[in-house]
């Protein structure tokens, strides 16, 4: 699932966080968590009916496999 982040990053299809989320929820095809996301954002996601992916890497190995500067608890894939 890294891979298939990586590359939709690189390709501008990614929205980082809950708001945004939330903002393109018409436009998001796939929905990411890292493996220690906090409950309140898996609470956001489930009230929004929002199917999500849970990855096997953290908050941290995330940001570091995707090389990114900052840390993310939700990545959705646009469609």
């Known amino acids: 699932m890294v891979i298939e982040l990586k590359k939709s990053i690189n390709n501008g299809k990614v929205y980082f966080g809950v708001k945004q989320m939330v903002k393109n929820s018409k436009k998001i095809d796939l929905v990411f968590v890292p493996s220690d996301v906090r409950q309140e954002t898996l609470e956001v996601l489930r009230k ?31 469609k």
């Open 48 to 78: 929004n009916k929002m199917d999500f992916d849970v990855l096997d890497v953290s908050k941290e190995e995330a940001a570091q496999k995707l090389e990114l500067d900052f840390l993310c608890e939700v990545f959705s894939l646009g």
